[in-house]
Structures are given as C-alpha cells and as structure tokens.
C-alpha cells in the first residue's frame, strides 16, 4: 500500500535548525501535491507549506514565513522540510501529506520538539 515516512525530527535548542525528509512508495510521487502540516498538543493540525507537482512553492503558516523552505526531489520520490531558527512554539507533530485528488494519504509524522 502507499506510504509516506518521515524523518528528521528531534530535539533541537531555539534558534537550530532542523531538515524534515518525507519519502512516498507505491504512487506516482511527481504527479501529487506534497504537503508539511503540524500538530501542537492541544491544537488543530494546521498547513505549515506546500510544493505542487511542478515544484511551485507556498508557505502557508505566517509564523514560518522566512524561517522554513520547502522543496522536493521527484528522482528520490521525497519532500523536505528545512527549519530554520526554530522557537517554541514550532514544537509540534509534524505531517507529511499527498494529494492529487480524490486521493490523499498521510504520513505518520515525526516529532520536534525545540526547547532549551
């Protein structure tokens, strides 16, 4: 069946960075929108950015804006996630997603966690 795993998360002090791997089998990767998304305890799961099919770039999170960089290497079947100057408050589970409508699948996320 599909899958989608991430990796890349941890612990990391404020102000480290830290890059997110997201590696898709059993679809056709290059043509879904990829997706990161998060989830802080007690919060919704909120689109942090996206990368189209062609590789057209959007930060959606205004807190990230700046900070984080997402991009995705069609050959390797993977999106990344680069972090940089991380806070806080970017402590979260962090989701990989893809979507080419009517299907969409999901990771099963990695944690970060960024505190001193």
């Known amino acids: 069946q599909v899958q989608l795993v991430e990796s890349g998360g941890g612990l990391v002090q404020p102000g480290g960075s830290l890059k997110l791997s997201c590696v898709g089998s059993?679809?056709?990767?290059?043509?879904?929108?990829m997706s990161w998304y998060r989830q802080a305890p007690g919060k919704e799961r909120e689109l942090v950015a996206f990368?189209?099919?062609?590789?057209?770039?959007?930060i959606f999170a205004d807190s990230v804006k700046g900070r984080f960089t997402i991009s995705r290497d069609n050959a390797k079947n993977t999106v990344y996630l680069q972090m940089n100057s991380l806070k806080p408050e970017d402590t979260a589970v962090y989701y990989c997603?893809?979507?080419?409508?009517?299907?969409?699948?999901w990771g099963q996320g990695t944690q970060v966690t960024v505190s001193s």
């Open positions: 997603n893809a979507r080419r409508l009517p299907a969409m699948y």
């Open positions: 990368i189209g099919s062609s590789g057209e770039a959007r």
């Open positions: 059993r679809f056709t990767f290059s043509s879904y929108a």
